[in-house]
């Protein structure tokens, strides 16, 4: 079983509005779930429901339903109060509105308090279904961007989901790359081999991010190249706790490692990181019914001199081949382009992305899950290719980690 994410990692999506403008009708419209009490009842929600699960293609979060903004008396005072306090954990706050309801005071004033926070909001226009209504009204007012969904039929549900992704703050601070899967005093080591696409003098990105992490975390980094491993191994009086390696080596290392050593790739370290390891890894599993002919994109996210066995364009097309039984179509797309035709591939290859934020990721994995095309990255498309992808998802299972993060 693969673990659950901290709610501290979550993007914290908080809904707020008035009574009976339909909170908790869209949270269970966003999530498919019937997860919040809805009733024609103005206050039916008293107190904050929060419910933590994956949305793709934004993640882990936590959604935070309240009580209406709106709410009266004595009581309603005590919940208002309790909302307020829902809005220092919200990451991105959803202002809900119904058209039907034309004063928007308190919205103004719960807009300008989250501006003051510098919380991130997104306009919701709900119940279009009943009357559908200009969002141009609302943005004279309000200088947020607006979505008109009905959480009623569901329409435009999903836009609702990409603006909060678009929207959303893109460094969750306090989040752990690897130090979250050790504990103080690990002694991980990292493998790293002679990396001749790597300018001189120089760890690649993932081996720096990597090493800072484990030390922020109290554990240990021990680095080598594949050649010194063994060296290593037998002059160590413990064993690794975790062994991180790139995937190109993983034959290498699996062949030297003591079979009980946790062993994962900095790709995969880095697909949990920054998108979705989950989609990574149903994404390399479809690589069993390509077909020869079928067209891949291998996408690189930095443009470099292509070399002599470069892994973009000679060592996985040649993998892949060789696992299909015949030659694949491979087309290798580069930089901060990204084709808009993803329809005629049947994968795409992304690699590690150490240079791309976690938004401009999850862009990427949006738009290939939106054309239907499964997606994965390098590391783990390597892994799986050469059998050994279970085995580095241990070192992410139960007791050890999560799997995924932001
Ligand atoms: N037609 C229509 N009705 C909706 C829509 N969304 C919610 N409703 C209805 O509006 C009523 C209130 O919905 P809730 O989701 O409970 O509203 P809420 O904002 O959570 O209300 P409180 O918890 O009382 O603050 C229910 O009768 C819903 O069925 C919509 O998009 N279209
Ligand atoms: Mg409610």
């Given at each position: 079983m693969l673990n659950q994410a901290p709610a501290a990692s979550r993007l914290h999506i908080g809904l707020f509005g008035?009574?009976?403008?339909g909170k908790s009708s869209l949270i269970n419209a966003i999530t498919g779930q019937q997860i919040a009490l809805v009733s024609g009842q103005p206050g039916t929600t008293t107190d904050p429901v929060y419910k933590s699960m994956e949305i793709l293609p934004i993640g882990p979060v936590m959604f935070m339903d309240t009580a209406g903004l709106d709410d009266e008396g004595e009581v309603g005072t005590l919940r208002v109060n309790k909302t307020r306090k829902v809005m220092d954990r919200t990451d991105v706050a959803l202002l809900v509105f119904s058209p039907q309801v034309a004063d928007w005071s308190l919205e103004l004033e719960w807009y300008q308090a989250f501006k003051a926070r510098k919380i991130p909001v997104v306009g919701v226009i709900n119940r279009i279904d009943e009357n559908d209504v200009d969002a141009a009204l609302f943005e004279e007012y309000f200088d947020v961007p607006f979505v008109k969904v009905s959480s009623k039929t569901g329409l435009y549900v999903d836009k609702l989901t990409e603006a909060i992704q678009t929207y959303a703050p893109v460094d969750l601070s306090g989040v752990a790359l690897v130090g979250d899967l050790v504990n103080s005093d690990a002694l991980v080591v990292l493998v790293a081999p002679p990396d001749k696409q790597s300018p001189k003098g120089r760890l690649k990105l993932a081996q720096v991010q990597v090493i800072r992490d484990l030390l922020d975390h109290h554990a240990m980094a021990l680095t080598v190249t594949d050649d010194e491993l063994p060296t290593l191994l037998a002059s160590l009086n413990r064993r690794p706790d975790l062994v991180i390696a790139d995937a190109q080596v993983f034959d290498k290392v699996t062949r030297v490692l003591p079979g009980d050593v946790l062993l994962t790739s900095f790709s995969m370290v880095l697909a949990r990181f920054k998108g979705d390891l989950g989609l990574m890894v149903e994404g390399a599993r479809t690589i069993d019914s390509l077909k020869p002919g079928d067209k891949v994109l291998i996408a690189e996210a930095c443009t470099h001199h292509a070399m002599e066995g470069d892994i973009a364009r000679e060592r996985l097309p040649q993998w892949l081949s060789q696992k299909v039984g015949g030659d694949v179509s491979i087309t290798v797309n580069t930089g901060v382009d990204f084709p808009e035709d993803l329809g005629q591939y049947k994968l795409v290859v992304h690699c590690g992305a150490c240079m791309f934020n976690r938004r401009q990721v999850t862009t990427r994995l949006q738009k290939a899950t939106q054309a239907g095309v499964p997606v994965t990255n390098f590391g783990v498309a390597i892994a799986y290719l050469k059998g050994v992808l279970d085995s580095s998802l241990r070192a992410f299972e139960d007791g050890h980690a999560s799997i995924e993060k932001r």
């Open positions: 008035r009574r009976n403008v």
